[in-house]
């Protein structure tokens, strides 16, 4: 290691008010002639001065050759080096230069970090990566920016149409969103564990082997995990699908709308043709069609619709429509498959869940109605 200083001739006295001097011997030769010696100044607990000497051991001798001497900046400077030697890599030939006010911020300021980031970022990018605790960092910022998108789709018509020009349709933006995001699934649809049968995609064909073979694919096709997997099927519309009919069917009760019956429909119809096609379970094949040992079963195989949003429930004022909410409510528990969950439930999930990775253990907001 080297570090040059430019001395000051100015040096301190022993006998200045208010100045702790500490002496430490650093060498002292063979013979016991000579030594290095380190004296260091504080004033209020802070380093004035760093001086090494050479002098010899014999304490009498008048002769004493000063090696370096450093003011109070210099220590400062000379001191943030030595503790900077923990993060110098040892390995390799290559010089490693280091920068005093670069130093100087990483020890003192709060923003430091962001400006060694900018200056090397694939560097610092490398070195996350191959940290198994930053990168549970990364996934937290990923999951946070993931739960702030569903978020914006959700509440911002102009973003979602937009989306939805750009997928092909709205049930596209939510396909794509959540085949990015499967986590947001795999915790918020079941009390088990799911994730995606196929890493790839989540959308997988389940019966039949023609391209136009009615009930053939399946947005999602999830398992769950344990010692023994079962597959679950879902179906993914999109949160602007209405949940009921436009108009009252009888005083106090509103029917289902025609999309949510045909979604629970479908539904039904794949799941059928699913057992009828793969049978009692899935097995998974390698490349030349072997099986590969992974298998996942179809016991009454759960399923899941993920349609609409609950504030279509919700009055003018912001208060519940009871008859709604309940003729929604009485539909879907007694449905025995699918599942119905809206896009908010999902949401308010993904967000507790995320929440509490940061350590958050209070409930989840909920919206302020007038009772």
């Known amino acids: ?30 013979g016991g002639r000579k030594q290095i010696k380190l004296q260091v100044a504080r004033e209020a607990g802070q380093i004035r001065e760093i001086q090494i000497q050479k002098v010899p ?6 002769r004493m050759d000063v090696l370096l001497n450093l003011n109070r900046e210099q220590s400062a400077r000379l001191i943030e080096l030595v503790r900077s030697l923990d993060y110098i890599p040892a390995d390799g030939s290559k010089t490693v230069r280091l920068d005093d006010d670069l130093i100087r911020q990483l020890f003192t300021d709060s923003e430091a970090l962001e400006q060694l980031y900018s200056q090397d970022p694939e560097r610092v990018r490398t ?22 998108e569903f978020r914006h789709l959700l509440d911002d018509d102009d973003a979602f149409a937009e989306a939805s020009r750009e997928c092909g349709g709205p049930e596209g933006v939510w396909q794509k969103f ?9 915790i918020s649809l079941s009390g088990q564990l799911l994730t995606s049968w196929d890493d790839g995609r989540l959308e997988q064909t389940v019966a039949g082997f023609r ?49 949510l019956a045909g979604g629970a429909a479908q539904a039904q119809t794949t799941v059928d043709r699913a057992l009828n096609d793969l049978g009692e ?29 609950l504030r ?15 003729s929604f409510e009485l539909y879907r528990r007694h449905l025995l498959q699918p599942e119905v969950l809206t896009f908010d439930e999902l949401l308010a999930r993904a967000e507790w869940h995320v929440s509490l990775s940061h350590g958050d253990n209070s409930e989840p907001q909920q919206p302020e109605w007038d009772w």
């Open 281 to 309: 379970r899935l097995v998974a094949k390698d490349e030349s069609g072997a099986e590969s040992g992974d298998q996942a079963f179809l016991v009454r195989p759960r399923s899941f619709l993920i349609v609409g949003h």
């Open 127 to 148: 070195l996350i990566e191959t940290d198994a605790s930053a990168s549970d960092v990364l996934a937290l910022a990923h999951r946070q920016a993931a739960v702030s």
């Open 1 to 30: 290691m080297s570090k040059v200083f430019d001395e000051l001739p100015t040096t301190l006295d022993r006998d200045t008010p208010g100045i702790d001097w500490e002496d430490m011997v650093i060498s002292t030769t063979p």
């Open 312 to 326: 279509e429930l919700v009055g003018p004022s912001g208060g519940v429509n009871t008859d709604k909410y309940r």
């Open 57 to 62: 051991a014999d304490p009498t001798a008048e």
């Open 178 to 186: 959540l085949e990015n995001n499967p986590w947001i699934l795999g």
């Open 211 to 259: 391209l136009d073979a009615a009930g053939k694919r399946v947005d999602a096709l999830l398992r769950t995990n344990g010692q023994i997997s079962s597959l679950v099927f879902a179906e993914i519309k999109h949160h602007k699908t209405p949940l009921l009919q436009s108009k009252p069917y009888r005083s106090a009760c509103w029917g289902p709308s025609t999309e």
